[in-house]
């Protein structure tokens, strides 16, 4: 299980970078200011040669990638609600490197994604143990006629 989630661990590292890159990449190209052929192909042409956008989409798939080879081996209910760990490292990122004001009940927020991180992966290795651990023979008394 600890390859599985130092797997899981590098993935949700790329989406996290990779959602920086793509916010600031946006950022970059602007907003759309009236939806005509012209300014669509500027939007297009502009994501095309960013270099922040492309990295961010880079990182994405690399995080996708990771994502279906995890999903071939384990559990989809012990993969997927890890995944939301990806929320911490990205609301760090966002304060660390974009420098977003995070407010504390959004903080709070965060420390119940994690608890219930926490909590999926309780329970997996509970399920480990019980595999591992051989089940008791109870050998009962023949009855007497």
Do not use: Y
Not at 20 to 30: D, Y
Not at 60 to 72: K, M, N, P, R, T
Not at 97 to 111: F, N, S, T, Y
Request: hydrophobic share 55%; glycine share 8%.
């Amino acid at each position: 299980m600890s390859k599985i989630l130092l797997l899981l661990i590098a993935g949700l590292v790329c989406e996290a970078i990779g959602v920086v890159f793509l916010s600031q990449g946006l950022k970059q190209i602007g907003d759309i200011k009236v939806v005509t052929g012209a300014e669509i192909w500027r939007v297009v042409k502009a994501g095309a040669t960013n270099r922040n956008l492309i990295l961010g989409v880079a990182l994405e798939a690399a995080f996708f990638l990771v994502l279906l080879g995890l999903l071939s081996r384990s559990d989809v209910s012990f993969i997927w609600p890890l995944t939301a760990i990806g929320f911490v490292l990205t609301t760090l990122a966002a304060k660390w490197v974009l420098h977003e004001e995070i407010p504390p009940l959004r903080w709070a927020g965060v420390l119940l994604i994690m608890l219930g991180a926490g909590l999926i992966t309780w329970t997996e290795k509970a399920k480990e143990r019980r595999r591992a651990t051989p089940e008791a023979t109870v050998n009962s008394p023949k009855s007497a006629p």
